[in-house]
Nanobody, 124 residues
């Protein structure tokens, strides 16, 4: 049974930092790309960042580029999202997700496993 479990969310002040983690189990983690998506209250799901299976190719949404960094540790079956210079508009439920293959894709229909989400709230 494949599983993704996010952690690391919480309350941060504007300008602060948080690091999200997504622990994977039940599948050969190093064979798959991984992604982070978020959903803010009253808004649709949007991609935040993605990384290929070996960590050599990354994707960032324009709104987070230069502030967020995605990385992975294939030995620990974990993908991370380092979030710096947080803004109130980063407030959302953050999900990690696994696509079918080793390359990042923006097509939601290409994803078969999602975590339960971790809440990030940026407020003073």
């Amino acid at each position: 049974q494949s599983e993704l479990v996010e952690s690391g969310g919480g309350l941060a002040q504007p300008g602060g930092s948080l690091r999200l983690s997504c622990a994977a189990s039940g599948f050969p983690f190093s064979n798959y790309a991984m992604s982070w998506a978020r959903q803010a209250p009253g808004k649709g799901l949007e991609w935040v960042s993605g990384i290929d299976s070996v960590g050599s190719d990354t994707y960032y949404a324009y709104s987070v580029k230069g502030r967020f960094t995605i990385s992975r540790d294939n030995a620990k079956n974990t993908v991370y999202l380092q979030m710096n210079s947080l803004k109130p508009e980063d407030t959302a439920l953050y999900y990690c997700a696994r696509p079918f293959g080793s390359k990042w894709t923006s097509q939601f229909e290409d994803y078969d496993y999602w975590g339960q989400g971790t809440q990030v709230t940026v407020s003073s």
